[in-house]
């Protein structure tokens, strides 16, 4: 794209940020599915949540993996491949970051041009330099710690994206800028002493797993700690304890099953460790604050 062509760039601190969710949703790739390369005309967010593939953005390209986040500034040419065996699942969130900087509306389908000589710079949300005395500056990519507690609101914007209702633009404003300010701490400073590593790999496990026993005393064993101090690690790293952790995880691969897949109710929750289907609805309209039915006829409507 011609410098002529270029979006304006706005001076602004953090706490200047007023963000408008204008699109958010998840989209499975197809094995070795192509896409790009193509210019947004907002601010994208990616977080690569299941899979792996290939990121080119700019002109730096990416071994894209399971956990990676990445920040693509509008108007930069970015193109995505996903992998043949495991292909990539995007968790996908669009912000103007000072609105009103761009005409574009919630749910506009046009948020990425495919052809750089149409791209109207008059569509497209102001880029940000941040004036912050601390020189924060959102970087293209960063590797999440499993269970990163400063993921949940981003996760969550795109729950609550498909909802109608009062107050929904404000929910929206609150949870992804909630996540921003905690995004961006994390990437000055990504080693930060509330993670530890061996919390880390029981995490990993829990997110993996499908058994509904978290063994806490085993892992205590093989982490060589007392039972009592890696409840006190784990809810020090996660907020939570490993039995809720590991409910969390399960409900969050039903929600992919019913995203992604035709599986009937019945099968997820016998696949995931639910004692039985009653069990599991409990669950998961504690946790969704909808049923299974709903929240997949949800999303089957978006798409």
Known sequence: MS????????????????SRIVSANFYPFKPGQHVGPRLPYVHLFIYISAGRGTMKIG????????????????GVSHTFIAAQDD???????????LSPSTP???GDPQLNCH??????????AARVQFTDADGIALPVRVRAPRGAAWLEPYLAVIEAYPEQGIGDDALLRSLFETFLVRYVRFARKPYETWYDPRIGRMVDWLRHTETADPCVK????????????????????TGTSPQTYLLKCRLDKAKTYLRETNMPITEIAYTLGFSSPHYFARQFGKHAQESASEYRRRFRGLS
């Open 218 to 237: 085993e892992w205590a064993g093989k982490l060589g700690i007392s039972v009592a101090y890696l409840y006190e690690l784990f809810r020090k790293q």
């Open 115 to 124: 052809n750089a000589g149409e791209y109207d710079v008059s569509l497209c």
């Open 104 to 106: 574009k509306q919630k």
């Open 3 to 18: 410098a002529t062509r270029q979006p304006q760039t706005k001076t602004a601190q953090l706490n200047e940020i007023h």
């Open 59 to 74: 002109e730096d390209v990416w071994a894209a993996e399971t956990g990676d986040l990445y920040y693509i500034a509008p």
């Open 87 to 97: 292909p990539m699942v995007h968790a996908s969130v669009y912000a103007d970051l």
